[in-house]
């Protein structure tokens, strides 16, 4: 991509975050924000930025600009496999970070948590800015019980896991029940039973990291990556059989 663009400041956005996205570097955003402060950045901002030669689009109307779509139903999985693969790269990142009292979980952890905005901004399109809104809020509570469940899981609080569990399994349906209602290709009991796998392959992953079960943990991993690509692909399905045009 070549020249600038606009970038709205979302929120746990950082200039070296911003820098790693788009490819390019922290004083090159300075440099075309004078008077910007880097270690206050407001949400709803407004700021520059001259990307790098390769970085993911936040959009798949971005896409279809740079002219990078034009294989219709391909594409559209493509993207959402980026997005679902992105998921769960970072929340693995999340976990180990916890667990194992890494000094990445900061930075981990505000990448991860970028990642129900760009859902939102993938789905925004099709569905509206309040579906999409509705959908990346019950993604981030998705993200953020998780993390409670690990710290109790580590600390051996069953009482705080219990609960968080219980919360976990209830935000899962609550994202069944919004996808199915907003496509009729997309039925809110496969987006059930699909989180119910996803949830039971983290949790088990995370067990044996706790456990210091190392070789089911890797294996593990493969496992939740291509059970995320299945729902990549049935959310791309469901999306190109409603707007085929």
């Known amino acids: 991509m070549n020249g600038t663009m606009q970038y709205t400041i979302r929120p746990y956005d950082t200039i070296w975050m911003l820098a790693q996205?788009?490819?390019?570097?922290?004083?090159?955003?300075?440099?075309?924000?004078?008077?910007?402060n880097p270690t206050n950045l407001q949400v709803g901002q407004v700021i520059t930025i001259t990307p790098g030669n390769q970085y993911y689009p936040s959009t798949p109307s971005e896409f279809m600009e740079e002219g990078m779509l034009g294989n219709g139903l391909m594409d559209l999985e493509n993207y959402f496999r980026m997005l679902w693969e992105q998921?769960?790269?970072w929340t693995s990142n999340v976990v180990e970070a916890i667990i194992f009292d890494l000094p990445?979980?900061?930075?981990?952890?505000?990448?991860?948590?970028?990642?129900?905005?760009?859902?939102?901004?993938?789905?925004?399109?099709?569905?509206?800015?309040?579906?999409?809104?509705?959908?990346?809020d019950l993604l981030t509570e998705h993200l953020t019980i998780a993390a409670e469940l690990v710290k109790a899981a580590k600390a051996g609080d069953t009482n705080t896991y219990n609960d968080a569990n219980t919360r976990w399994h209830q935000n899962a349906n609550q994202?069944?029940?919004?996808?199915g209602s907003l496509n009729p290709?997309?039925?809110?009991?496969?987006?059930?039973?699909?989180?119910?796998?996803h949830l039971n392959l983290l949790s088990t992953r995370t067990n044996n990291l706790l456990e210091q079960n190392y070789a089911q943990a890797t294996a593990g991993y493969d496992d939740i990556e291509l059970q995320a690509l299945e729902m990549a692909d049935m959310m791309a399905e469901g999306i190109y059989m409603q707007f085929p045009e």
């Open 87 to 89: 998921h769960v790269t």
């Open 175 to 179: 994202i069944a029940a919004l996808l």
């Open 185 to 197: 290709y997309w039925s809110e009991e496969d987006w059930s039973a699909m989180m119910e796998d």
């Open 21 to 36: 996205v788009f490819n390019t570097t922290p004083e090159s955003i300075m440099e075309v924000n004078p008077g910007i």
């Open 104 to 136: 990445t979980l900061e930075l981990a952890t505000q990448r991860l948590l970028r990642n129900p905005q760009d859902f939102a901004n993938a789905l925004m399109p099709f569905y509206g800015e309040e579906a999409a809104r509705e959908f990346a």
